[in-house]
Nanobody
Framework: QVQLVESGGGSVQAGGSLRLSCAAS????????MGWFRQAPGKEREVVSA????????YYVDSVKGRFTITRDNSKNTVFLQMNNLKPEDTAIYYC????????????????WGQGTQVTVSS
């Protein structure tokens, strides 16, 4: 079992920045793919961004391309999401996730979930 602990959420005005962090309790296969989902009120959960173990493959949903950057530090089993130029439509609960397969992760099927952290962007 993998435990994922998120931090870095909060409230910010439009145009501002936040950095989310997620530390996994274990590394290796269970965290081959790591990344973030989000769920806004009344909407379905969506994949925001993902990264494979070596950072060779990354994924971003179209709405965040050019504004969000995902990175990871495997020595600390941690993944980061730098969010710049935030917009009110980015307001959601952001969930860290990890999985054995990058392809499945990007199709919305990770293996493990964090508890979520709230991001609120005001206009």
């Amino acid at each position: 079992q993998v435990q994922l602990v998120e931090s870095g959420g909060g409230s910010v005005q439009a145009g501002g920045s936040l950095r989310l962090s997620c530390a996994a309790s274990v590394g290796a296969a269970a965290t081959y793919a790591m990344g973030w989902f989000r769920q806004a009120p009344g909407k379905e959960r969506e994949v925001v961004s993902a990264i494979d173990y070596n950072g060779d493959s990354t994924y971003y949903v179209d709405s965040v391309k050019g504004r969000f950057t995902i990175t990871r530090d495997n020595s600390k089993n941690t993944v980061f999401l730098q969010m710049n130029n935030l917009k009110p439509e980015d307001t959601a609960i952001y969930y860290c996730a990890s999985g054995f397969r990058f392809a499945l992760f990007t199709r919305g099927k990770p293996d493990y979930w964090g508890q979520g952290t709230q991001v609120t962007v005001s206009s």
